[in-house]
């Protein structure tokens, strides 16, 4: 029996706490691409000074990035990845593969990736570790894993940051909006393991009704997810997800294996996943589409081409 306003266990969660945030997604997206000092950073996202100050501050704190002294008077600091930063890389693809398929062209800037090794542009794809085979949700078995229990998920008074990012050169926009908000996230996630009716999700997500129903809305309205109505007298629906819901799967399946990694609890992980095609225990990883290689962030070079907006009509 699931007691109240608790959660399972989840991975995902742990690592929501850190990174499902938009402003903290849109500072490691700057990282990515080559901001190390306070003043590029501030360029790349476009925060405010004192919100940018305040998510580095526990970026540091929470190991993903750390210090690093360049100039001794004034003293001034460079941001640089650690490991546990670095390995978010994986998610960050993958938010990327989704949001250059789904997220429309409300991104305003278009990037090619290049995978060194082989010389090609590629798409990132998750794969099984195993097989090697793309992994899709359709194919990913779950069972509890030794790490299982119940957890509070703690409330957050942060509103959801519904507009447009403010960096002038975001790459992820819609793909920053679902992961920045962890309620959407964890309602995905309880959908992902075939948890679909209203009441079922509230008891799972342990969320607020009126916050639940707003979140489904704001779902269904991004187009993750749709309403099916399974009954008529009384009328009952559920959500599913659409193929552009399904596909975001990946992005959650890289974030609980960096949650798993670092916020594991002495127990184990738990939840365990299997990959149905080969039957291994899943280890997914991020491959290149063109040489089936696994990516790894020095790897990958990024050309980005600057959007050029398109000229307003003016009535003459
Ligand atoms: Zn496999
Ligand atoms: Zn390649």
């Known amino acids: 029996m699931q007691p109240q306003n608790l959660i399972r266990t989840c991975s995902i969660w742990r690592a929501l ?42 970026l540091v704190v929470a190991g993903l990035f750390e210090k ?25 693809l993958m938010m990327l593969a989704w949001e250059l398929k789904w997220g429309g062209d409300t991104s305003k800037i278009a990037v090619e990736l290049t995978h060194k090794p082989c010389g090609k542009r590629f798409v ?11 992994i899709d949700a359709t194919q990913v078995d779950w069972a509890e894993g030794p790490g299982v229990g119940w957890m509070a998920p703690l409330y957050s008074r942060r509103r959801q940051q519904r507009e447009s990012s403010g960096g ?45 129903a707003e979140r489904l809305q704001w779902l269904q309205s991004v187009g993750v997810i749709r309403q099916r109505i399974y009954a008529t007298a009384p009328p009952r629906q559920e959500y599913r997800l ?10 959650l399946l890289m974030l609980l294996r960096w949650g798993d990694k670092y916020y594991v609890s002495p127990e184990g992980p738990p939840l365990v996943l299997s ?42």
């Not at 700057?30 to 501050?57: H, I, N, V, Y």
């Not at 790459?171 to 393991?193: C, H, N, V, Y």
């Not at 659409?242 to 992005?251: I, Q």
């Open 17 to 58: 706490e850190i990174v499902g945030d938009t402003p903290t997604l849109l500072i490691l997206e700057a990282s990515w691409l080559g901001a190390r000092r306070f003043e590029e950073l501030r360029t790349r996202t476009g925060l405010l000074k004192a919100l940018l100050s305040d998510r580095l501050k526990r």
């Open 68 to 92: 690093r002294p360049y100039c001794e008077a004034p003293p001034r600091f460079a941001y640089v990845l650690t490991e546990k930063g670095r390995d978010v890389y994986w998610t960050s």
């Open 124 to 134: 990132p794809e998750p794969a099984c570790g195993a097989c090697r085979a793309t």
């Open 168 to 212: 002038a050169t975001s790459l992820f926009d819609q793909a920053a909006q679902l992961m920045g908000d962890r309620w959407s996230s964890l309602i995905m996630r309880s959908i992902f393991t075939g948890v679909t009716r209203f009441d079922e999700i509230r008891a799972d997500t342990a969320i607020a009704t009126n916050i639940l």
């Open 242 to 251: 659409t193929r552009k819901g399904v596909e975001y799967y990946p992005v």
């Open 275 to 316: 990959h149905k095609v080969c039957g291994a225990r899943l280890d997914a990883q991020v491959v290149c589409s063109e040489c089936r290689q696994t990516v790894e962030p020095q790897d990958v070079s990024f050309t980005i081409h600057e959007r050029v907006p398109v000229p307003e009509l003016i009535a003459v």
